[in-house]
């Protein structure tokens, strides 16, 4: 049985970007290839992590403790918007197969 190969990325470099690479790439004792995919995926790592993530300051994490154990009066804009939601939410419910 073969193995199934991966997708190929291709990219053009500068020569002074392609050196720099394989300099990091052989001090770490990694093929260029394996430096940076590994690279590629340590910042896509990051980069998910930081629009996944919401980061509040001490008062503002209080402030939304409070909120959700008080929360402020329901008022006639906000009942307009939850029963808009629920009927496009139920009219999609209704279209959806059963399983």
């Keep these: 049985m073969l193995a199934q190969t ?58 939304l403790m409070e909120m959700m154990e008080n929360p402020p009066p329901r008022n006639e804009k906000f009942l307009q918007a939850q029963a808009r939601y629920l009927r496009i939410k139920n009219a999609g419910s209704i279209a959806e197969p059963m399983a």
């Design 6 to 63: 991966g997708k190929r990325l291709t990219t053009r470099l500068t020569d002074h970007v392609l050196d720099k690479l394989q300099v990091a790439a052989d001090l770490v004792g990694a093929t260029l290839n394996q430096f940076v995919v590994q690279a590629a995926l340590e910042k896509a790592d990051k980069v998910i992590e930081s629009e996944s993530t919401i980061v509040l300051t001490r008062r503002e994490s209080l402030r």
